[in-house]
């Protein structure tokens, strides 16, 4: 069954369109799936505090309406299918009309926090996976490239979390301030797809690249290292 975590839009998770950022839905989805991995018993005790650690590769999101300001909305998320490597998330977000505003789907695995290699068959309980007729399909690997590099971050302290390198969330708003305020009034993101390669640590710089076209493809890179890659698609 699919947990709900019911969230108000309030002045701190919108932009000056008074749309929610698209950095603070991803938020919202890493909030409910944490809850949600708590109450099925593969929460914190059984990876942070057991010396592993969750790692999301890849996100893929299809927005038909990005929710607004002081607007109630509901965050579902359930898992999918598991394999012995990788756990597969998904996430649905509707008003309280019941409308289906955003329907979004990731791929996440376990490391060991000393070796970095992946965990096989971490826990010991059993994960019921759950699917839905309107879910979205798994993301894929993005093998578009960016050419044209057109700004670096340095990471500060702020932008690192309790893992000790860049949450998956910092290279949302990377992605994100590549453009500015009267782009976003007059481009809506339709489908939005992050594959995540390398994490990012602090005082390390990440150079931004972006190809556009039909769709707009952007990197972020340290050095000669992919770091990330993202497509996305406006309406």
């Not at 649905?92 to 068959?121: F, H, P």
């Not at 044209?148 to 309790?162: A, G």
Request: hydrophobic fraction near 35%; aromatic fraction near 12%; charge should be negative.
């Amino acid at each position: 069954m699919a947990h709900l975590k019911r969230y108000l839009v309030d002045t701190g998770c919108v932009d000056q369109n008074k749309k929610l950022r698209l950095s603070n839905l991803f938020l919202m989805f890493q909030e409910s799936a944490e809850e949600h991995s708590e109450i099925l018993g593969i929460g914190h005790d059984k990876t942070t505090f057991a010396g592993r650690k969750w790692v999301i590769t890849r996100y893929s999101l299809k927005i038909n309406r990005m929710p607004g300001f002081e607007e109630n909305i509901n965050v579902y998320t359930y898992p999918g299918k598991t394999n012995p490597f990788f756990l597969y998330r998904h996430f649905y977000v509707t008003d309280e009309k019941g409308n289906l505003l955003v329907v979004a789907s990731s791929i996440w695995t376990i490391l060991d926090a000393k070796t970095n290699k992946i965990v096989s068959n971490p826990f010991d309980v059993s994960i019921p996976g759950e699917s839905k007729e309107f879910e979205l399909e798994l993301p894929q690997k993005i093998n578009d490239n960016a050419f044209n590099k057109v700004k670096e971050h340095q990471i500060e302290y702020s932008d690192i979390d309790l893992n000790g390198h860049v949450n998956n969330i910092k290279y949302i708003e990377l992605i994100q301030n590549i453009h500015d305020t009267e782009f976003y009034k007059n481009n809506e993101i339709d489908t939005f797809v992050i594959n995540y390669f390398s994490e990012i640590k602090e005082k390390e710089i990440v150079s931004l690249f972006i190809s556009k076209g039909e769709k707009e493809v952007i990197k972020g890179s340290v050095n000669d290292r992919d770091c990330f890659k993202a497509i996305i698609v406006y309406k």
